[in-house]
């Protein structure tokens, strides 16, 4: 039973490294290849962020200053950990987390005018929520 429980452990772990999850701080992908903006730091994967994401995040960047992405990919039981939904979009590289200094109520508005963005949310942590859903906020 205990090597049971060692090897699902194991295996956890190495399914989130290779995943790129955000628990593996750091893990960015490669700037050239991502299309990464100089004023977008990933703790995250970048390689799974929408193009049209990623544009929304330079024009954030380009108007507020740096950008900090926390979360992108999430493999289910990360996503479990830090009470996502059940379906969220975050499972399958369609949702981004990111902080920005600015007024929030600015940079709702501004996310809210964005036309790639569907679901869009202020945090009370302070950090953001944009997705490629369906236009929505809760």
């Not at 205990?2 to 295996?11: H, K, L, P």
């Not at 750091?26 to 193009?51: E, L, Q």
């Not at 929030?104 to 036309?115: D, E, I, R």
Request: net charge positive; proline share 3%.
């Amino acid at each position: 039973m205990v090597s049971r429980i060692r090897s699902i452990i194991i295996i956890s772990a190495v399914s989130l490294a290779l995943v790129g999850c955000g628990s593996v701080a750091g893990v960015t992908g490669f700037g050239w290849m991502t299309g990464s903006h100089s004023a977008i730091a990933y703790n995250d994967t970048a390689w799974c962020v929408p193009r049209k994401l990623k544009k929304v995040l330079n024009r954030v960047a380009k108007r507020y200053g740096s950008v900090q992405v926390h979360s992108t990919k999430r493999w289910w039981l990360e996503n479990w950990w830090k009470g996502g939904a059940k379906d969220s979009y975050h499972l399958n590289c369609r949702a981004v987390d990111f902080s920005v200094r600015g007024s929030p109520s600015s940079v709702v508005a501004f996310l809210k005018a964005q036309p790639e963005v569907g679901g869009y949310k202020h945090y009370s942590s302070g950090h953001y929520h944009i997705d490629t859903g369906p236009r929505r906020t809760w």
